[in-house]
Nanobody, 115 residues
Framework: QVRLVESGGGLAQPGGSLRLSCTTEGTLLYIWKMQWYRQAPGNQRELIASISRDGDIQYEDSVKGRFTISRDTDKNTLYLQMDSLKAEDTAVYYC?????????WGQGTQVTVSA
C-alpha cells in the first residue's frame, strides 16, 4: 500500500523559512511525478511545485524564487524549502505522487505565517 507521510509544517514569521518533507512508503519515489499543493481556507487546492521523473522542475508564479522543490531518491523523500515566507503562504500543504491517472496524497501539514 502506498502512503505519503508529511512533516515539517508549523508557525513561521513573515520573512522566515520552513522545510516540508514527504516520505513515500510502499513505493519508490523516483517512479512518480512528485508535486506540492496547498489549500488556503475558502480556496481551491492549487499546485505550487512539481518535479518530474526526469527531474524537470516547475513552480507556480507566486512561489517562484522563494520555494525550492527537491528530492532524495535514496531516502524516498520529497522536500519543499520555503524561504521569504509571506502571510499569504498560510495554508495546508499536501504532497502528491502522480503516475498517469493514479494519484496518492499525503495527509497534509499546516503552515501558518504570522507575526
Amino acid at each position: 500500500q502506498v502512503r505519503l507521510v508529511e512533516s515539517g509544517g508549523g508557525l513561521a514569521q513573515p520573512g522566515g523559512s520552513l522545510r516540508l518533507s514527504c516520505t513515500t512508503e510502499g513505493t519508490l519515489l523516483y517512479i512518480w511525478k512528485m508535486q506540492w499543493y496547498r489549500q488556503a481556507p475558502g480556496n481551491q487546492r492549487e499546485l505550487i511545485a512539481s518535479i518530474s521523473r526526469d527531474g524537470d522542475i516547475q513552480y507556480e508564479d507566486s512561489v517562484k524564487g522563494r520555494f525550492t522543490i527537491s528530492r532524495d531518491t535514496d531516502k524516498n523523500t520529497l522536500y519543499l524549502q520555503m524561504d521569504s515566507l509571506k502571510a499569504e503562504d498560510t495554508a495546508v500543504y499536501y504532497c502528491n505522487a502522480n503516475f498517469g491517472s493514479t494519484n496518492h496524497w499525503g495527509q497534509g501539514t499546516q503552515v501558518t505565517v504570522s507575526a
